[in-house]
C-alpha cells in the first residue's frame, strides 16, 4: 500500500513494526494525513481481514469513500515511491505521543507504581505486544508473563478461537 501511495507522488509515513490499529487512527491524525491504510488478519471472523482504510480524523471510511480509492488504486504502478524517498517511517516522536496519550488517560496515575501487580498479557497473535508492554512498563507495571503460544503474530489465530 505503502509503494503504490509513493509510487503516485503522495508522502508516506509507514511504522516500522506492528502496530494495532488504534495507532494507525492515532498516526492519521497526529501526522494530520489526509488518510491512514492498514493491512491486516483480524482474530474477527475472516471477512474482518484485509485492507481497512481511514479518514483524516482517524475513523473508517465509508463504504463508499473506500470504493473510490479501491478504483483508484487498480490503475497504480508499484516500484518507485521507495526511491523517491515518499515513504517515511513514522517517527519515535508519533510513537511516544500515542504512549502518552494513553498513559494521560490514567485514572489513578502512579497508582501501579506501588501496587506490586503482577500481569499475565496475551497480544492473541496480533499487534499489540510492542505497545501494550511499553505502556504497562511506562504506568509502572514490570512484573508481565506474555502468554507464549499468542506472543507474536500469527495470522492463522490458531490459538485465540
Do not use: W
Not at 494525513?33 to 491486516?40: I, S
Not at 494521560?104 to 499489540?128: D, E, H, I, W
Amino acid at each position: 500500500a505503502a509503494g503504490v501511495l509513493a509510487a503516485n507522488g503522495i508522502n508516506v509515513r509507514i511504522y516500522d513494526a506492528l502496530m494495532p490499529v488504534p495507532a494507525l487512527s492515532f498516526a492519521t491524525r497526529y501526522y494530520k494525513c489526509n488518510a491512514g491504510v492498514m493491512v491486516t488478519a483480524s482474530h474477527n471472523p475472516a471477512k474482518y481481514n484485509g485492507y481497512k482504510a481511514y479518514g483524516p480524523d482517524g475513523c473508517q471510511m465509508t463504504d463508499d469513500a473506500a470504493a473510490i480509492v479501491y478504483e483508484e488504486i487498480q490503475k497504480t504502478d508499484v516500484a518507485e515511491g521507495v526511491e523517491r524517498g515518499l515513504i517515511r517511517f513514522v517517527g519515535d516522536d508519533c510513537k511516544k505521543a500515542l504512549y502518552e496519550a494513553i498513559e494521560s488517560r490514567q485514572v489513578r496515575p502512579g497508582l501501579c507504581k506501588t501496587a506490586g501487580l503482577k500481569l499475565v498479557y496475551s497480544p492473541l497473535n496480533g499487534s499489540g505486544l510492542v505497545p501494550v508492554t511499553q505502556v504497562l512498563k511506562d504506568i509502572g507495571i514490570t512484573d508481565i508473563t506474555i502468554v507464549p503460544e499468542q506472543e507474536y503474530p500469527n495470522g492463522y489465530f490458531t490459538t485465540s478461537s
